[in-house]
């Protein structure tokens, strides 16, 4: 029953004019191609969340760096204050 399922699912995908251009190619090969993608797909998440990670990293840093230049402006206005009095 199983392989009965699973062929009538391969002749689908044969059927589809654009799964077409597959019919040449043997089951197994279409095994190795999927799992080439998957583990290609794999790699691509890891990549993204460590970017993810990294411009979270970039973010954090930018909000400090604003909170220093903000400390800094009001510093620089209390000097000037002082000065003109």
């Known amino acids: 029953m199983f392989r009965k399922n699973e062929?009538?699912?391969?002749?689908?995908?044969?059927?589809?004019?654009?799964?077409?251009?597959?019919?040449?190619?043997?089951?197994e090969e279409l095994e190795d191609k999927v799992d080439e993608i998957s583990k290609q797909v794999n790699l691509l998440s890891k990549y993204m969340n460590h970017l993810s990670r990294k411009?979270?990293?970039?973010?954090?840093?930018?909000?400090?760096?604003?909170?220093?230049?903000?400390d800094l402006e009001s510093r620089i206005e209390a000097l000037t204050a002082r000065e003109i009095e």
Not at 58 to 66: D, G, H, Y
């Open 55 to 70: 411009i979270d990293d970039a973010l954090t840093l930018i909000k400090v760096q604003e909170e220093k230049i903000k």
């Open 7 to 27: 062929e009538e699912r391969f002749d689908i995908i044969l059927v589809k004019p654009e799964l077409r251009a597959l019919r040449d190619i043997k089951r």
